[in-house]
């Protein structure tokens, strides 16, 4: 019995020392809590409680994030903390997680180098650092993973080169460097990397020819080389890679032309982008080898000959874009293209094809939603089948030369929303049956030789924003019914027709017009009272017709008129004084009337060259570049006693007036002399001052080849400083009324904010040119990407914009663009004391970095709206928290505002609201005033859910692969209009607000990205 219990005890004893840790294992586990703490004490921002585990009272291997060996207890083997919102840096203490092999902290808001301490983690296979601020350069130690599968640090601000020595990687499956800095060539070391499937390196400024040795990676299935600076030819040897799948390289400067067999030896191509390159040659034939090819991308190069005759072996293929090239062709390719079942885009424009468009047109897929082939050399009818292709919602065959007469038929596309047969030689009539097409916002016919009647029916084309017929033969009188349509917001032209009768009194309801042109027709009588209705026109042309009576008074509520041409008919009478309280108006022609008495000198009429008054008999004064007689005196015919009486009277009242005037001048100057003193000191402490002579040479006199943009109150530059800095010089235009308050405006806001989201002020100039002129200007940070109106609406309707690749933004772009904007204003409303409200948010005023992150601008009419003491430091208040007198963009500006309320943070939120929804669907606000709402919030609203895809940007679908991610995309862009639409309502009290905003933004992006696959498609 004692053995026995002898025996037990010991066992006892045995077992309790083996359970005790030994002091190794309790220091390794040590060890690796303290680098974790580490971690998390080098980050300042968890907006969403990611760390709210991370404390003492549990245990660090049930952190959140953090996985721990089975083998090694305590040993951390993985840390992933994706999309957290985390901010901050990367301690160099997680060099010590040394059983580390899973690192993934995928989009957050990292910054700061990336530590070489990370090179310790020898164990690693999977390193993910995209979509953070990570800067400076790839830490060279990187190398010594030996086990690394995943190598990920796309969209980051890292800068310099690649090294050589990553393609010592012997594991290396996915190799991403993507929207990043990076300089120089493509190390051919990375030829090296046998087991690589995926190399992504776009978006950077990468140099040099493609290096041969690339052509060793025979595993290779995702090539992405796009948006560099690579010349030179592609090697044949290259593509000879069989298993590529997506091979991209639009946007470098590469030469050569493709060779013949690269359809037999890229088999398994699915996606190939050669846009915007210097391309020549031939299209090769055997490309139709390649049966699962879904986009063929080779816009703006300089291919030429025949077009492949057999393009429908691809049964797959989706988008088919040979925009501005020099193919020379027939259209007998097109029969073909009835087998390919999933075609949805046609683009053939620009080109030098010819020939009748065939009947087989109209055998092309149902599913087919755009056909462009403009600037060709078409001829021949349009084919009665044309409305076969129900599903159709873009047909563009403007600028060819096509005959006869538009075929009733084309009322059967019922979905087709931009039509454009401008520049043809089309006859006939309108048909009527265009009234059919209820979807059309945009239509061009002008410039052919249509005759007859503007069809009444286009009054059902009750989305219609745009509507150009100018320059044809057709007569009668303007419809009152088209009018009515208030939906046209962009242009209404008619000019260069044989109209007749009078203006209709429903002028006023196009209250969102921009653009009205009646020019060169035979129209008569008065302009009617109603057009006052149209408070959002910018352009009015009514030149070359026979409208008579006086200018009426109807015109001065159009505050936003820039230029107003009312020569050659017959209007009589004086000019009226209001046209110089029109304070945007550029150009205005009044020649060749009966008008007659003095010319107002203020306003537009100060500048003689933006003033035509020539033809006009009876004028006199105004300005001396006008050259007119000066105005006669009244006074000659007065009796010399009178005289002498006014002249007692006048020498009196002089006198006193005198008096008067130099009292308020003493007392004025002192109070300037104040006020300038205060200014100035505003200025000295807050800015880095810059001299004229400085500025002028900095921007070579301010040459027209270093202008930026125009805006109301100033015109920016380019320029480059004594120390090479490059900035953004916005002078003020201090004839313009506003501008000295606009520039106040902007000193005082962005001199109290700082923020990663707003574009910074670099210095001040307010001193003197060399005339002795007053001169202001406003130094700002040069953002090489310029505006995100650029990237949405490119001003110039060039080679890239036309084939949108070259100023493509895709989806998670726009999505991050459209959090760091919200980002800035929640910043702007609850990060500042006091609040300030930005009160002018559009797409040109938010400017774009070399990463491509957003940055907000243009503060001069941001409104501080919490009490402050302005004169503390040292400017004069411009403006009050009841201020109403917020101007804002047309379209942007809420409702509110237009009946005087007061200016709130919820108005930005609306103008927010209504920038996200343009973002997503690539149209303006001030073009979809669609349905009886007259707005884009209401126009969207109406498409959710059923019919977003058919108001999403167009260019956002040249991100699907398949119908998974087509439907991914869908639900993603269906949760990003919910967001707008919530902003953007009408009443202020219902609008979601920043913050609210960019959690749901932030949570729509996590959900994208988790079901995002690998290659990022």
């Not at 997506?246 to 946007?251: A, I």
């Not at 060819?400 to 043809?424: E, K």
């Not at 942007?892 to 505002?897: L, Q, T």
């Amino acid at each position: 019995m004692g053995k026995l219990l002898f025996v037990m005890l010991n066992s006892a004893l045995l077992w309790w020392w083996s359970s005790i840790p030994s002091p190794s294992a309790c220091s390794q586990n040590q060890t690796d809590w303290l680098a974790l703490a580490s971690f998390r004490d080098a980050i300042h921002e968890d907006p969403f409680g990611a760390f709210s585990s991370w404390n003492d009272s549990t245990h660090h291997c049930e952190w959140q994030g953090v996985s721990c060996s089975k083998r090694h207890p305590g040993r951390v083997t993985s840390l992933v903390l994706r999309s957290q919102g985390l901010g901050g840096f990367l301690s160099p203490q997680i060099g010590n997680l040394s059983f580390l092999r899973v690192m993934i902290l995928q989009n957050n808001s990292f910054r700061g180098e990336i530590p070489p301490q990370i090179g310790n983690l020898l164990r690693l296979r999977d390193l993910n650092l995209s979509k953070n601020s990570f800067g400076g350069p790839i830490p060279s130690n990187l190398s010594r993973f030996s086990k690394l599968e995943t190598l990920d640090l796309i969209d980051n601000q890292l800068v310099g080169r690649i090294h050589f020595n990553l393609g010592s990687l012997p594991r290396l499956i996915f190799f991403g460097l993507s929207m990043n800095s990076l300089v120089g060539p493509i190390p051919p070391s990375i030829g090296n990397l046998s087991l690589l499937e995926q190399l992504s390196l776009e978006y950077n400024s990468l140099y040099g020819e493609i290096p041969e040795e690339l052509s060793r990676l025979d595993r290779l299935v995702f090539f992405q080389l796009s948006f560099n600076k690579l010349s030179g030819e592609i090697l044949p040897r290259i593509f000879n890679i069989s298993r590529i799948q997506y091979f991209l390289v639009t946007g470098n400067q590469l030469q050569g032309s493709l060779p013949s067999d690269i359809g037999t030896t890229l088999l398994s191509l699915r996606y190939f982008g050669g846009n915007d390159n210097l391309f020549t040659g031939n299209i090769p034939s055997s490309l139709t080898n390649v049966t699962g090819l879904w986009g063929l991308y080779l816009a703006n190069n300089s291919f030429y000959g025949p077009i492949p005759k057999n393009l429908g072996r691809l049964k797959n293929l989706y988008t088919i874009s040979f925009f501005y090239n020099k193919l020379q062709d027939d259209l007998s390719f097109i029969s073909s293209l009835a087998n390919c079942s999933n075609l949805g885009f046609l683009g053939m424009g620009s080109n030098l094809i010819y020939g009748s468009l065939p009947r087989s047109i109209s055998n092309l897929s149902t599913s087919i939603k755009g056909i462009y082939m403009p600037d060709n050399r078409i001829q021949g009818t349009i084919p009665l089948a044309f409305g076969n292709l129900f599903n159709l919602s873009t047909l563009d065959l403007s600028d060819n030369l096509l005959t006869d007469c538009i075929p009733h038929s084309i009322g059967a596309l019922h979905r087709l929303q931009q039509l454009s047969f401008a520049g043809n030689m089309l006859t006939g009539e309108i048909p009527s049956s265009i009234g059919n097409m209820t979807l059309l916002n945009m239509m061009y016919l002008q410039s052919n030789n249509f005759q007859g009647y503007i069809p009444q029916s286009l009054s059902n084309c009750t989305q219609l924003i745009e509507l150009d017929l100018s320059n044809n033969n057709l007569s009668g009188s303007v419809p009152v019914e088209i009018m009515g349509l208030s939906s046209l917001s962009i242009i209404f032209n008619l000019a260069h027709n044989n109209l007749s009768g009078s203006l209709p009194l429903q002028v006023g309801s196009l209250q969102n017009l921009a653009a009205l042109d009646l020019s060169y027709n035979r129209l008569t009588g008065l302009i009617p009272d109603s057009i006052s209705g149209c408070v959002r026109l910018e352009r009015l042309y009514l030149e070359a017709n026979s409208f008579h009576g006086q200018i009426p008074k109807a015109l001065q509520p159009l505050r936003g008129l820039e230029e107003l041409d009312l020569s050659n008919n017959n209007f009589s009478g004086p000019i009226p004084s209001f046209l110089a309280d029109l304070s945007l108006l550029k150009i205005l022609n009044l020649s060749f009337n009966e008008l007659e008495g003095q010319v107002p000198e203020d306003g537009v009429f100060l500048n003689a060259s933006a003033v035509l008054v020539s033809g006009n008999r009876e004028l006199c004064g105004g300005a001396p570049g006008l050259k007119l007689p000066l105005c006669k005196s009244s006074s000659s015919n007065k009796s010399s006693t009178t005289k002498a009486i006014v002249i007692s009277v006048v020498s009196v009242s002089l006198l006193c007036l005198a008096l008067l005037f130099v009292s308020i001048f003493c007392y004025r100057r002192k109070k300037q002399t104040r006020t300038d003193a205060s200014t100035s000191s505003f200025f000295e402490n807050q800015f880095l001052r810059i001299s004229y002579q400085e500025l002028l040479k900095a921007t070579d006199k301010f040459s027209e080849n270093n202008l930026i943009g125009k805006g109301r109150y100033g015109t920016v530059y380019k320029g480059i400083l004594d120390n090479s800095a490059m900035v953004a010089v916005k002078v003020l235009n201090l004839m313009q009324r506003g501008a000295s308050r606009s520039f106040v405006s902007e000193c005082q806001t962005l001199g109290i904010i700082r923020h990663r989201n707003l574009v910074k002020i670099l210095s001040v100039c307010s001193s003197m040119d060399f005339c002795g002129n007053d001169f202001r200007a406003l130094i700002y940070e040069f953002m090489e990407n310029e505006s995100l109106e650029e990237w949405l609406h490119p001003r110039t309707v060039g080679r890239d914009d036309e084939c949108g690749k070259s100023r493509h933004l895709g989806l998670m772009q726009r999505l991050n663009i459209a959090i760091d904007i919200a980002t800035a204003i929640e910043y702007l409303h609850k990060g500042c004391n006091p609040t300030i409200v930005h009160g002018d948010l559009k797409p040109s005023n938010v400017l774009l970095d070399n990463d491509m992150m957003a940055r907000v601008g243009d503060f001069g009419l941001a409104k501080i709206i919490s009490t402050v003491s302005f004169e503390a430091i040292g400017v004069q208040n411009q403006g009050s928290s009841t201020s109403t007198a917020i101007r804002g963009s047309i379209g942007y500006v809420p409702p509110e505002y237009g009946m005087g309320h007061k200016v709130s943070t919820l108005g930005d939120a609306y103008s927010y609201g209504i920038l996200l929804l343009e973002i997503f669907t690539g149209k303006r606000p001030t073009e979809e005033a669609f349905g009886h709402h007259l707005n884009l919030h209401n126009f969207v609203q109406m498409a959710l859910p059923d019919r977003a895809i058919d108001i999403t940007d167009l260019r956002l679908w040249s991100e699907v692969g398949d119908r998974h991610q087509e439907i991914k995309i869908r639900d993603c862009i269906i949760s990003i209009f919910e967001v707008g639409v919530a902003c953007s309502m009408e009443s202020p009290s219902d609008r979601m607000d920043m913050t609210e905003a960019i959690k749901k933004l932030h949570l729509i992006k996590v959900n994208y990205e988790t079901k995002e696959r690998r290659i990022g498609m």
